[in-house]
């Protein structure tokens, strides 16, 4: 028995669908396998628009052995579930020109093009491919702050994997070797790049603030989208607790300005630094200890950065090891022994 699981669905059965579709009309086709109209994305072929979740679970029902047609509630629709799918079968979501709906991408801002290079130097320049887990997530996060900035965006998986490349041409570890990468960099590109060229920690810190301030006002079906796929494909699933998302963008801010104050960051307790001993992997990386107990906030409570004390994952356990939980002055002072 096939896995029910838009990802099993074949491009042979989703033009069994489409034709079906076509054959009943919208709204028969729609009220015939239980989904709403698509709001956001809109499959094109051969220059007709279509609900993409629609005709995806419909077309699960064209499969071989002719199973159940997916329904509504089986699967998320739109970034994760759906898009991907139906462009790795070769369908694409961009309005054919001359569609009275097309749109054009907005151009880049700063934001989106540092969270494209943290990605490019996360993944040290080469091409993760279009159905890797941090470039799905990463469209979602430019569809999502396309959104708030009130524009429409169809930055799909091979736009970022695009992006990413355009870095080729500015990356001297790439150039060195006679490669030139896409020639697509624009000036805000070469701008960024000289910025955190060299930086990487700082690079990290910032798309990190970026990352959960964006996060935090991402509707609750994307966000769970973009989580269980990246659950899925073996990563720790990082659901947030909603009362307490405005705190992960302070721990950023906090970061940041230990960055700034003392070129690292290391812990407060014992000075451990993790990319001393880890090296690139650990750029950014420090765990934040709420001085303030979470667990006495009460709702309207917000976490300052002045809040926090940043220490290793070590010192964080320890703290916590037994009530009542220790300072970080006690810790430090515990790890520096009498005397």
Not at 12 to 24: G, Q
Not at 149 to 175: C, E
Not at 272 to 295: K, Q, W
Request: hydrophobic share 40%; net charge neutral.
């Amino acid at each position: 028995m096939v896995e029910r699981t838009t990802f099993n669905v074949t491009r042979a059965a989703v033009l069994a669908a489409i034709a079906e579709y076509d054959a009943l009309g919208q709204q028969k086709f729609l009220t015939k396998y239980g989904y709403k109209p698509a709001r956001t994305y809109r499959l094109w072929h051969n220059g007709n628009p279509y609900d993409s979740k629609a005709i995806i679970g419909a077309a699960f029902g064209y499969l071989p052995g002719k199973p159940a047609p997916l329904r509504f509630d089986e699967f998320s629709g739109g970034q994760v579930y759906v898009v991907p799918v139906l462009e790795k079968l070769g369908f694409s979501f961009d309005a054919p020109e001359g569609s009275e709906i097309k749109t054009k991408n907005p151009l880049w801002t700063r934001e989106q093009v540092i969270l494209a290079l943290d990605l490019y130097v996360k993944h040290k320049g080469r091409d993760p491919g279009i159905n890797h887990p941090d470039v799905i997530e990463m469209s979602a996060l430019l569809r999502q702050m396309a959104t708030e900035a009130g524009l429409t965006t169809y930055r799909n998986p091979s736009g970022v994997i695009m992006k990413m490349m355009n870095f080729r041409s500015l990356d001297p570890a790439f150039t060195s070797k006679g490669g030139k990468g896409l020639d697509g960099a624009s000036k805000l590109d070469e701008a960024i790049w000289a910025e955190f060229y060299g930086r990487p920690q700082e690079l990290a810190v910032a798309a990190e603030a970026i990352r959960e301030g964006t996060f935090a006002n991402m509707d609750d079906d994307t966000l769970d989208e973009v989580q269980s796929y990246k659950a899925k494909e073996g990563k720790v699933s990082y659901r947030y607790h909603r009362t307490l998302e405005r705190d992960r963008k302070v721990v950023a801010i906090r970061k940041s300005a230990a960055l700034k104050a003392h070129g690292k960051l290391e812990c407060e307790a014992c000075g451990f630094d993790f990319v001393a001993s880890y090296g690139a992997r650990g750029y950014g990386f420090i765990e934040a200890h709420h001085t303030n107990p979470v667990h006495a906030m009460v709702e309207g409570d917000e976490t300052l950065p002045e809040d926090l004390a940043l220490i290793c994952s070590n010192c964080h356990r320890m703290v916590h090891k037994a009530k009542p939980w220790l300072s970080v002055s006690e810790l430090k002072a515990l790890i520096k022994g009498p005397g």
